[in-house]
């Protein structure tokens, strides 16, 4: 039946208990992804992965900066063929920008790696700051 594609929560009327996706916490715990762009992070670290398949790695530039990682790229090819006077030339070319959640510690230098057509970035968060209790001298009142 057509219908079997259809979650049943799509088929109920108004004023039935209508499911939402915020009543999903699969929704809230997957790491955000965005046209291959995918960003996680655990206690320690953040974690931003971007598919660049069929790129040369040494095409692909990564800078962070003001809380904002672009990772971007191109890879160019060219065929030509003198025996059938052909030439194809094809260009991709791919930009990621995205800020960075938490608190990323300025002091640790980010890690990228590539491998099998995906580029991971690893920040360090910085170490969580406790609230410092500061003792409180009494001075003696002078009578």
């Known amino acids: 039946m057509a219908y079997d594609l259809i979650p049943n929560r799509f088929l109920s009327f108004p004023g ?18 965005q046209n291959g762009l995918s960003i996680s992070e655990d206690e320690k670290k953040v974690y931003v992965e971007a598919a660049i398949p069929g790129v040369n790695p040494d095409n692909v530039e990564v800078t962070f900066h003001d809380g904002y990682l672009w990772i ?3 890879q160019k090819k060219e065929e030509k063929d003198k025996k059938r006077k ?37 920040f360090a968060k910085s170490p969580k700051v406790e609230p410092k209790k500061i003792k409180v001298n009494v001075e003696k009142q002078d009578k």
């Open 16 to 33: 039935n208990s209508l499911s939402s996706i915020f009543d999903d916490d699969e929704f809230f715990n997957s790491p955000v992804s």
């Open 72 to 74: 971007r790229g191109e």
């Open 86 to 122: 052909f030439y194809r030339q094809a260009a991709t070319s791919f930009s990621y920008r995205v800020a960075v959640p938490g608190e990323i510690d300025q002091n640790t230098e980010p890690e990228a790696h590539y491998k099998h057509g995906v580029m991971k970035v690893q």
